[in-house]
Every structure is written in structure tokens, then in C-alpha cells.
């Protein structure tokens, strides 16, 4: 049965009346389709439990989504691409197993533009040196937890600059919202570049029935069981999953009833969303010799505002170039329409590569992940002070609604990996306590 059929017939089952689940002998309702619900929906599947996965967008995967808005030759990663932590991502064996083209991370940008203009080598040799020594420069201290800014500044201006550069395209946020606890939390290793990594998701989960475009608008947990109401109506289980966005939570689009708890509202208060976004630009390979320019870094500012963007060049030999961005520049990007955000990344391309690159570009396709109400953002950020927040979400919430996703994965925290771990250590949480 197809997807779409089987989302068909749970939305058919969503209208009918609802009938108040029997206690622990009720479903358990997944909130989301993305790695960590879908992970979690399989877990619970594996052992017998029965389980209702609602998604409000009209596809599954989340954040980990391939775009082919400039055609099917053209696909690019607009969230997820990286297979972060490779040695213990379970992603990895996935995508060896169905054959996904996989690549290493290449090192630096061949090329450097530094406000319009090629940077000279000495700005090329500082920028390197930095960047080489920020592992160091970012470990925590004796103290309150600080940020990547503060942290940075203590060594310097250079590495204050590469900490800024770290934080927004790497974390999507500007390094004085980012704590630096969290961020020496975060895990490392082997990072493993995929070719298509939210095609890789879609396909691993395609026979897990989701009732697309239904979207949680409240959640009831008085009593016994819980009620979430939908726009096709209300479902009933013994324990919810909760898998959507920090962002989305932040934005009171779910309404509980009774209100979270003042613990859980707090740590929440300690997480933000970054706002990592990319603009894919589809390129006329007779009018630009790809092979020739290789990635390329444009440092820019407009005012105060950091609008720096990191261009992958024809990844995966593709006619594309996809620009990255992160932190206020790149909320400022999303805000201004996808029109508006693909001339500006045209403008900058063609200041690196020539006036002959302009003609080159016949198309644009926004990634912002800002703007999308479904998400209101990249990934969760742990803000200064607040490196506990992921951990302490862990918590089931009066037993019957658990949170789950990359904003509460720990060390594997803002990855589909992380997400996907996540998931499944809710799914289980929730077999322990229904017994």
C-alpha cells in the first residue's frame, strides 16, 4: 500500500468519533515524522504496540529533507547532509547498505572573498590558524558555563572571528547564544558527507503508515490516557511521543492542557532554534567550468549583521551551487522571500566567480528553515547557562507524555543521528512504563 493510501485511511479513521483509550491498553500517539518519531514509531511497532503517527507537513523526514525544487537531476540536502560522528551513527550502515554515494569532508574553500574582494594570503594563513586552534580555545573553565564568544575572546580577536564563524555555520546561531558547555558535549568524530540524506530517511521508513498534513493543535493529559486533537479530529492513547521542533513548541502552536510543568517550561526556556539555512542555485555547465572553482567562503557584512555564506560548488558533480548560511544573516535571508534571498546569493557568486556566472544561474530554490512554520528553525541551540536543558527533557512528563528529537539527544544533539537515537530511547521509555 502506498504512503499516500495509507494516509488516506488514517485520515478517514481521524474523523470518526473518538473513544477515550482505556488506560495503558490504549495506542501510543507519535507526534511527528521526522528521524526521531519515525525511529521511535518503529521501535514501538517492533514490540507489538500499537501506534498512530500524525505529520503535519505532506512528506515525512523533518529537517532531513532532499529538495528537488530544481529538478530531479538537481536534488540537493536542504537540511541534513552530514553523517556527523560516523563511528557510532546509525545512519551510516544505513546508507552503506543501500548504496548511497557517500564523500569525505574536503578540508578548507579553495576559494576566500573577504568583502567583495580575494583574500590576501596572509588573511587566508590567520583565518586557517585560528580556525585550527578553536578546539582549544573553546573548552570549558572552572565556573559558570559561558559562551562560545566569551570563551573565543579570551584568546583573542582572530579567534573570536572564528568562533563567530564556527558558531553560525556550523550551529546556524551567533556564538554569544551558544553555550560552551553544551557545545564541548556535543560528540565527535568521522564526519561522512551523503548524497541525498533526506531521500535516504524517506526510503529506510516508507512502509511506516503516517497520516500526512495532521497537525497536533492540542494536547489533553487530565485524567487518565491522553486526548491530542488534530484539525480532523481527536485520538486518544495511553502515552504521546512528542516529536515536533523546540521551535514549534516555543510558539505555543500545541496547547496542553494542563499546562506543561514549570520544570519543563524552564528548560525549554534554556533552548533556541538556530537558523541555518541554504540556497540552492541550479548552474548552466556550458556557461561556467564547475570543476574549475571548487568551494568557495564570501565573508560579508551588512551593517552589524554577519552575512557570511559557504558555497558548495557542484557537489556530487552536479550543475549546482548551494549556498549555506547561519545565525541573524541568515534569519534576516529567510525573512526576505525566496526571491529576494536568491538574488543576494546570486550577487555574491558572481563577485567570486565573474559577471559570466550570472548568466549561468537558472534557477533558485530557499531552504529556510527559519520561516517554515513546521519547524521555525534549524536545530535546538543549549543557550549560555543552560547545558543541562537537553538532559532534564529526558523526563517523561506525568508519565504519559515524553519528549523526543535531535533538541534532547545529548552528545548527538542537532544531527539525524542524534534524532533517530532519541527517538528510539523514548519509544523504549514508553514500553517501561506501560509494562
Not at 56 to 63: E, L, N, P, T
Not at 235 to 252: E, H, M, N
Not at 361 to 369: E, I, M, Q, R, Y
Request: hydrophobic share 45%; net charge neutral.
Amino acid at each position: 500500500m502506498s504512503l499516500t493510501r495509507r494516509a488516506a485511511l488514517i485520515g478517514a479513521l481521524l474523523a470518526a468519533p473518538a473513544v477515550r483509550a482505556a488506560g495503558r491498553d490504549g495506542p501510543v500517539i507519535v507526534v511527528g515524522a521526522g528521524a526521531a518519531g519515525l525511529a521511535a514509531a518503529d521501535i514501538l511497532r517492533q514490540a507489538g504496540r500499537p501506534v498512530t503517527v500524525i505529520e503535519a507537513r505532506d512528506r515525512i523526514g523533518g529537517r532531513a529533507h532532499t529538495e528537488l525544487g530544481l529538478g530531479p537531476d538537481c536534488p540537493f540536502d536542504a537540511g541534513a547532509e552530514y553523517v556527523h560522528w560516523a563511528e557510532r551513527n546509525p545512519w551510516r550502515a544505513v546508507a552503506e547498505r543501500e548504496n548511497v554515494r557517500i564523500a569525505g569532508q574536503e578540508g578548507w574553500a579553495r576559494i576566500l572573498f573577504v568583502d567583495g574582494r580575494p583574500a590576501t594570503v596572509t588573511e587566508r594563513n590567520r583565518r586557517r590558524a585560528a580556525f585550527s586552534g578553536l578546539d582549544a580555545a573553546l573548552k570549558p573553565v572552572d565556573g559558570p558555563d559561558r559562551s562560545l564568544a566569551e570563551a573565543a575572546a579570551a584568546a583573542g580577536p582572530d579567534m573570536a572571528l572564528a568562533a563567530a564563524g564556527l558558531a553560525r555555520l556550523s550551529l546556524g546561531e551567533e556564538p554569544e547564544r551558544v553555550s560552551v558547555l553544551d557545545y564541548d558535549r556535543l560528540w565527535s568524530g568521522t564526519d561522512l558527507w551523503l548524497d541525498g540524506y533526506g531521500s535516504l530517511v524517506r526510503r529506510r521508513f516508507a512502509t511506516m503508515p503516517v497520516s500526512l498534513g495532521t497537525a497536533a493543535t492540542a494536547i489533553d493529559w487530565t485524567g487518565e490516557g491522553v486526548r491530542v486533537t488534530t484539525p480532523g479530529g481527536t485520538l486518544d492513547a495511553a502515552a504521546v511521543i512528542l516529536t515536533v521542533p523546540v521551535g514549534v513548541l516555543a510558539a505555543g502552536t500545541i496547547r496542553f492542557t494542563p499546562d506543561l510543568p514549570a520544570p519543563t517550561r524552564d528548560a525549554l526556556g534554556g533552548l533556541g532554534m538556530g537558523a541555518y539555512s541554504k540556497v540552492g542555485l541550479r548552474l548552466d555547465p556550458a556557461r561556467i567550468d564547475l570543476k574549475a572553482v571548487g568551494d568557495a567562503v564570501s565573508v560579508a557584512h551588512r551593517g552589524d549583521q554577519d552575512r557570511t555564506i559557504y558555497f558548495e560548488v557542484s557537489p556530487f558533480d552536479r550543475p549546482l551551487a548551494v549556498a549555506n548560511i547561519g545565525g541573524d544573516g541568515s534569519r534576516a535571508l529567510c525573512e526576505l522571500g525566496e526571491a529576494a534571498a536568491v538574488a543576494e546569493v546570486t550577487d555574491r557568486l558572481v563577485a567570486i566567480l565573474g559577471t559570466q556566472a550570472r548568466g549561468a544561474v537558472t534557477a533558485g530554490k530557499l531552504a529556510g528553515w527559519w520561516t517554515d512554520p513546521h519547524a521555525r528553525g534549524s536545530y535546538a541551540i543549549a543557550h549560555p547557562g543552560h547545558a543541562d536543558a537537553r538532559t532534564a527533557l529526558q523526563a517523561a512528563i506525568g508519565d504519559r507524555i515524553f519528549l523526543a528529537g535531535e533538541a534532547y539527544a545529548g552528545g548527538g544533539a542537532m544531527t539525524v543521528g542524534g534524532a533517530t537515537l532519541d527517538g528510539e530511547r523514548a519509544a523504549r521509555a514508553v514500553l517501561r512504563m506501560l509494562g
